[in-house]
């Protein structure tokens, strides 16, 4: 006999909140739980599995297409894997991307902050900076002018 699960126990056992399991089923991401007499939904541990999985795509930064991407392809085990190795890879490309665009703005702080030489607020480099963003200030090209 398989573990049966409220939806309030799947919640705590997978630390996303029901609501946002009741969304997954919606979306097809989960398959429908069994009911009870009451009406209340009943998981099983395939749906502990799934969400386990789902979870971890969301902690990696995949946008939804791509979860609902790998899922269908974790329901064909047998096919080529070349799609989940395909959105991997465009995933390190968005992480890297992002990456360059933190590291950017960090040296925009840093140097804001190496010009503030404390004293009094209407002096300060870094209200200053930032008052000035429209002039094309900001380290990152694509918020410049916005």
């Not at 919640?11 to 996303?16: D, K, S």
């Not at 946002?20 to 429908?32: D, F, S, V």
């Not at 894997?81 to 990456?99: F, M, P, T, V, Y």
């Amino acid at each position: 006999m398989s573990a049966a699960y409220s939806i309030g126990d799947l919640a705590r056992a997978t630390g996303v909140k029901p609501t946002t399991i009741r969304w997954y089923e919606q979306e097809g991401w989960l398959p429908p739980p069994a009911r009870t007499e009451g009406g209340h939904r009943v998981y099983g541990e395939g749906h502990l599995r799934r969400l386990g999985f789902i979870r971890h795509a969301r902690e990696l930064g995949f946008e939804s297409e791509a979860i609902r991407a790998l899922l269908e392809l974790a329901d064909h085990p047998d096919a080529d894997c070349g799609k989940a190795h395909s959105l991997a890879i465009g995933q390190i490309r968005e992480i890297d991307a992002r990456l360059r665009r933190l590291a950017a703005l960090r040296a925009e702080l840093d140097r804001m902050a190496a010009n503030c030489a404390g004293g009094v607020v209407g002096q300060c480099r870094i209200i200053e900076t930032l008052s000035d963003f429209d002039h094309g200030h900001c380290a990152d090209p694509s918020h410049r002018g916005q």
